[in-house]
């Protein structure tokens, strides 16, 4: 008889659950224990808060010389590049530079910076100055100061490992929520699909619609877990890395697809280019579906889904 085994860990700063069917306990147990193995090994490479991290190394040889890292480091950082370049820079994993004392999104935050300031604090986002050398495995950004941050598609990444480890520890069914993105595969232990709720952006612990999805992949980026209202006007905690100003116009961007560091990596983006030009992107996708909400509660779709 098949048994459903959950577990709830703090990774890379964040809440991950991890849910398996498994013919027992103790094999569900131990299939989960070698997930959070990997997740672990995962933030030790990547993390910004963990000193030597080849994050770390690559940003503190920032404008001074390339760095050798791990391939699979090189692969992460050529498909972020990749969405920069389709999501026209609205994704940037250059985006570590920007000055934190800018935007402490709390309430003492009353006023915006002036544009200047704004725009000053991004001059130096722009992923066309990651500069990689594959045949090296070497990654030098061109100038000093430059930091990059694996904060938009980290999780998502994390979760896709996560689920490879347990489908090779004979795991078939499962989920790993990593602080709501999550990748789904199998079925639930009564033959039905897994259901994930769809956060409601103005009850965060109510969902404002259900999606009955098996091996597929959904995030979901809102502006209702940190925002700053001034003068009665919502911010997210969004930047442009354009402008260097928070994005206001959406409330939540969930992406649902195959995997769940694409689907990471596209929800803030959608956030940033705005429905129209977000969801043109979208559309252009193949196996990518979208749904926004704007600031007066209009829900939009991308052409490949159907909400009830």
């Known amino acids: 008889m098949a048994v459903k085994v959950s577990s709830i860990q703090k990774l890379m700063g964040n809440r991950f659950e991890f849910t398996v069917i498994s013919e027992t306990e103790k094999i569900g147990q131990d299939a989960i224990d070698k997930a959070i193995e990997e997740v672990s090994r995962i933030e030790n490479l990547l993390s910004t808060f963990k000193a030597d991290s080849q994050t770390n190394l690559i940003n503190n040889s920032a404008g001074i010389k390339p760095v050798k890292v791990d391939e699979e480091v090189i692969d992460l950082i050529q498909r972020s590049l990749k969405i920069s370049a389709i999501t026209q820079g609205a994704f940037d994993i250059t985006y570590g530079s920007i000055d934190k004392n800018l935007w402490n999104f709390d309430v003492n935050m009353t006023s915006l910076p002036d544009q200047e300031t704004a725009l000053q604090s991004v001059s130096l986002i722009n992923y066309q100055n990651?500069?990689?050398?594959?045949?090296?495995?070497?990654?030098?950004?061109?100038?000093?100061?430059?930091?990059?941050?694996?904060?938009?598609?980290?999780?998502?990444?994390?979760?896709?490992?996560?689920?490879?480890?347990?489908?090779?520890?004979?795991?078939?069914?499962?989920?790993?929520?990593?602080a709501g993105d999550l990748i789904t595969w199998g079925k639930q232990l009564d033959e039905t699909d897994w259901t994930i709720g769809i956060a409601d952006p103005d009850?965060?612990?109510?969902?404002?619609?259900?999606?009955?999805?098996?091996n597929m992949a959904i995030a979901t980026s809102g502006n209702y877990e940190k925002y700053a209202?001034?003068?009665?006007?919502?911010?997210?905690?969004?930047?442009?890395?354009?402008?260097?100003?928070?994005?206001?116009?959406i409330k939540s961007v969930t992406i649902i697809c195959p995997s769940a560091e694409l689907a990471d990596a596209l929800a803030t983006p959608v956030t940033v280019m705005g429905v129209q030009v977000g969801l043109d992107m979208i559309n252009q996708l193949h196996n990518v579906a979208c749904i926004a909400i704007d600031e007066d509660n209009r829900i939009y779709t991308s052409k490949n889904i159907n909400i009830k």
């Open 130 to 178: 990651v500069l990689l050398n594959i045949r090296e495995s070497t990654v030098m950004l061109k100038h000093k100061g430059m930091r990059i941050g694996f904060g938009g598609i980290g999780k998502g990444y994390a979760a896709d490992k996560a689920k490879s480890v347990l489908k090779k520890m004979g795991i078939e069914s499962g989920i790993v929520n990593a």
């Open 203 to 214: 009850q965060k612990t109510k969902p404002s619609s259900a999606l009955n999805i098996s």
């Open 229 to 249: 209202t001034i003068n009665g006007k919502k911010y997210s905690h969004t930047i442009d890395p354009k402008t260097g100003l928070p994005v206001c116009g």
